[in-house]
Every structure is written in C-alpha cells, then in structure tokens.
C-alpha cells in the first residue's frame, strides 16, 4: 500500500506551501479582507516573491479542489458586495472557461503533447531551451522570473504573461515547450489554463490577438526591480495559419445510480470529490489514485508532485500510485459500485481507459460524475470570456452556497 506515510514530502517546506485542506482555507480566510477593490485595483502589480499580498496565491489548491471555485466564490461573496468582489470572481471564473473551452475541445491537448514530444528531439534548439529554462539569457526579468518558477513554482500572473512573450516573440521559441516547462514545474500547473494561456500569448486563441510584453509594461508593473536589459520583440512572431477544431460535444455524465453504499476515488483534479459525491450517496470507503509513472513520464518536478500526492493524503486514507494497486483494491471492494469525479482533459483523463479497464474486470460498476458547477459552466466555454462569462450570476444564485 502506498498510503499513510509522507515520505520525503517537500510540500511543506518553506518556499512551498503546505498542502492541506487546513492550510488552504487559512489562506482563504487570510485573503478574502483583500478580495474586493484592493485586488481589483492592485492584482496586476508584480511586487515580487517577498510581497504578494495583492494576490491571493491560492491556485496551487483551487488547481486540485483542495479548495473548490464555489467556496472560494463563495467566502468573497460574504465578505464583500457583488461589485467589489466582481473582479475576484471573474477570475476564478476564467480557470472554468479554460477548463470548459478545452474540454470541448480536447484535440488541442493531445496535439500540444505530441508536438512537445517532437520538439523535445530537436537538438537544434535545446541549446536556446535550455539557456531560457535555466534562466541564462540575459534578459535580467526574464532570468530572474525562471529562477523564481523553479525555485518557489509559482510566478504572478502578469509575470507569467511577459515570460511566455519573451519566450515566444523576443527568443523565438516554440510556444509547446515554454508551456511544458511552465506545466512542469507551477504548483497549479494546470493543462487547460496553462496550455491555453500560451496559445493566447502566442496569438493561437483569438485570430489576430498576441500578447507583446513591452519594457514599459514590465518597469512599471514590477516597481521598477528590473532594468529590462533587452530590446524586447515589437512584432509577434508569424504563426502558421490555425483553425480551431469543431467543438465536440460534452459527453453527458453518468447517472448516480440506485446503490446504498458506494466506493468513491480521488484523482488530483478535484480532491473535493469525495464532499460532494457523499451528500448525495452513501459513501462507505474510498481511495486515491496517484499515477506517478505518468507524472515521471511527463516529466513533473518532485515539489509538484510531492505536493499533490500529499494533499491526496489529506484527503484520502490510503493512495494507490499505479493500476496494480488500484486493481487489487477495486477487485476487494465489497460493494460493487465505484463513483468518481470526471476528470477534466489531462493526465488523469488519459488514463481512464485503463481505469475503466480495472473496474471492468473486477464487476464493478464505474460511475463518471460531473460536478454541478463544471455541468453548468462547461456548455458556455464555447467563444470567448465576455459570452462565457453571463452564466456566473445563475451560477452564484444556483450553486456557490451549495457545497454538495
Ligand atoms: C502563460 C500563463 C500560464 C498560466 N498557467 C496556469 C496554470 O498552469 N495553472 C493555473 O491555475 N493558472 C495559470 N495561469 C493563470 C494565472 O496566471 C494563475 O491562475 C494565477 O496567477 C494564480 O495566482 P493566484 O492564485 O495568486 O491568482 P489570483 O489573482 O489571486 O486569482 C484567484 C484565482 O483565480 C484563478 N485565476 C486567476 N487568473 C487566472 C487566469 N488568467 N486563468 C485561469 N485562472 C485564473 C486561479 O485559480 C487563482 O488562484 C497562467 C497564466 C499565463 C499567462
């Protein structure tokens, strides 16, 4: 059994938060005074990593549902009115658009990791990959923000948005694997938000829109820390012409089902899983899966994955780390009904295949579940943020309040 003990767990070792439940909601609770004008107002200044006040730095758990959207939403509801907290909200909200943007259209992640595969082959340009990821370009912002990636796996916002610029139009690299970089060392590397993020920077998302990081921009949202050492790109650099594939309809989810008691298993997309499966059935035990051979395969930094496996823990008694043990805990389960979360397109989604293979084999009956939120959002992600963004008011009245 791979539960019960934290081996060589990093997560909680300062630059690195810890990752439990606990720890989550005293940030949220430290945050949320701050949720309302002062985060619209300051959110875009990058203070640098010794003040972060005027963010919450609270993805690294929302990314697993160690702390879900609707609580989140919901403890700046209380504390602020609709308008100030409006901003704030958004936000949250835009992790859901690109979750739902790229769960329609799923094509895009898996052409995105096959091009990261052949572009990680070219010699020709891992000399220029690996001077940017190890922060030896030159460019002092730009050094400065890789170190800071990898050494706390956390950037600002704004930060994130002039290094995946530089990266793409002033060093002209491939966008692929600035994105595999980021999605390998960020605490909340997220495939939606992340790979979606670099295609917007790069000019992929919105026919004729790129994000151009300017020194201007840079010096004064830094507070003047850098001196920006570099003639940064002023044109973007010409992608190949791109069509966005149809969207694919949603799959529906499966219904709960007549069972009493059920089994229920976390995957690190919603830790939460279990909450809210259980205010609706009755859960009897339940699991983790962690794929770790997938994570070594994808080549995610240990503090990443140390913390994801330890919030799991938190949250689960005991975590299975391959399918062999998934197999022989889905094959002694007495009750013949195993529900989970339906995890978004990603790792985890990859391997549910194999995961229904299990539950197969053994006669149990899998059940997919979609969270409310995800099933109300989802069908909006269809064109940009601003249509998407009409459905957070039915959202707010409909669900956040609602835990289950
Ligand atoms: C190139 C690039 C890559 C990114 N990669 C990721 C990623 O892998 N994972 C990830 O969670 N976010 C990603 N983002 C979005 C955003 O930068 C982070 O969510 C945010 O900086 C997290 O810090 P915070 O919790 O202090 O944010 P806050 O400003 O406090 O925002 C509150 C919450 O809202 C959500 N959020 C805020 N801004 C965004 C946004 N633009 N897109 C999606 N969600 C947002 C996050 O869940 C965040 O925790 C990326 C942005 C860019 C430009």
């Known amino acids: ?63 697993l549902r160690q702390l879900t959207e609707w609580e989140t939403v919901a403890a700046a509801r209380r504390e602020h009115d609709a308008n100030s907290a409006g901003k704030f909200i958004d936000e949250v909200c835009w992790r859901t658009y690109w979750k739902g943007w790229l769960q329609l259209r799923p094509s895009i992640w898996t052409d995105y990791r096959r091009r990261v595969a052949r572009l990680q082959m070219d010699e020709g340009m891992r000399g220029g990959v690996q001077a940017a990821m190890t922060g030896k370009t030159g460019i002092d912002c730009f050094d400065a923000w890789a170190q800071e990636l990898v050494e706390t796996g956390y950037l600002h916002n704004h930060a994130r948005m002039w290094t995946a610029s530089i990266w793409i139009h002033t060093l002209k690299l491939p966008w692929e ?23 917007w920077v790069a000019g992929l998302h919105t026919a004729g829109k790129t994000y151009l990081a300017t020194r201007a921009n840079i010096r004064r949202h830094t507070n003047d820390r850098f001196e920006v050492n570099a003639e940064l790109a002023t044109a973007p650099v010409a992608m190949p012409d791109f069509e966005l594939p149809p969207i694919q309809p949603l ?26 499966i259980s205010s609706r059935t009755n859960v009897s035990t339940g699991a983790g899966f962690f794929p770790t051979a997938a994570y070594t395969a994808a080549g995610i930094a240990d503090p990443v994955v140390a913390f994801r496996r330890a919030a799991m823990m938190d949250r689960t008694e005991a975590v299975w780390d391959d399918l062999g043990a998934l197999r022989a805990w889905v094959e002694s389960l007495p009750l013949k009904r195993l529900i989970m979360a ?25 059940r997919v579940v979609r969270h409310d939120w995800d099933h109300h959002f989802w ?25 289950g």
């Open 1 to 63: 059994m791979a539960g019960g003990v934290l081996s060589g767990d990093m997560s909680s070792s300062p630059p690195f938060p810890s990752a439990r439940r606990e720890a989550a909601l005293a940030a949220l609770e430290d945050f949320i005074p701050r949720a309302g004008w002062n985060y619209a107002e300051q959110r875009n200044h990058d203070n640098g990593p010794s003040d972060r006040t005027n963010v919450s730095m609270l993805s690294p758990w929302i990314r």
């Open 251 to 276: 799959k529906p989810g499966a219904d709960w089902g007549e069972a009493d008691e059920v089994a229920v298993l976390l995957t690190e997309d919603d830790l939460s899983a279990a909450d809210w």
């Open 379 to 403: 069908p909006h992600a269809t064109h940009g943020f601003f249509r998407f963004k009409k459905a957070i008011p039915a959202a707010l009245s409909q669900l956040v309040g609602n835990q």
């Open 342 to 366: 339906e995890p978004p397109v990603g790792l985890t989604a990859e391997l549910m295949p194999e995961i229904r293979q299990v539950c197969g084999d053994a006669g149990v009956d899998l």
């Open 177 to 199: 694997l600035g994105a595999d970089w980021f999605l390998r060392h960020l605490l909340d590397g997220d495939p939606a938000s992340n790979t979606l993020s670099w295609r």
